[in-house]
Nanobody, 125 residues
Framework: QVQLVESGGGSVQAGGSLRLSCGFSRSFYRMAWFRQAPGKEREGVAA???????SYANSVKGRFTISRDNAKNTMYLRMNGLKSEDTGIYYCAAGTAGVRTYDGAWSTPDLYTYWGQGTQVTVSS
């Protein structure tokens, strides 16, 4: 049974930092972080391929860094310079579709098969 488990969320003041972790029971070529704010749709934050190629939402470029350690079966999201608009539940996700499926579409939630339970990030201004 596939499991994705997020940790590392919390409450911080604007300008602060957090590091989210996602432990997974098996490795996937394509993994990503999504977030969902109250009343809003789930949106892609960052994605990473098994090759190490990364993709970011424009709103987090230069502030967030996605990485993975396959030896530890863990994916990370380092978040610096947090803003109040970063508040939401953060989910890790894993995709099983073909590699090219994600070209230009990495932030589409429907392309991901497995999801964690989410971890809350709250940024106060």
């Amino acid at each position: 049974q596939v499991q994705l488990v997020e940790s590392g969320g919390g409450s911080v003041q604007a300008g602060g930092s957090l590091r989210l972790s996602c432990g997974f029971s098996r490795s996937f070529y394509r993994m990503a972080w999504f977030r969902q704010a109250p009343g809003k749709e789930r949106e892609g934050v960052a994605a990473i391929a098994g090759s190490g190629t990364t993709s970011y939402a424009n709103s987090v470029k230069g502030r967030f860094t996605i990485s993975r350690d396959n030896a530890k079966n863990t994916m990370y999201l380092r978040m610096n310079g947090l803003k109040s608009e970063d508040t939401g539940i953060y989910y890790c996700a894993a995709g099983t579709a073909g590699v090219r499926t994600y070209d230009g579409a990495w932030s589409t939630p429907d392309l991901y098969t497995y999801w964690g339970q989410g971890t809350q990030v709250t940024v106060s201004s």
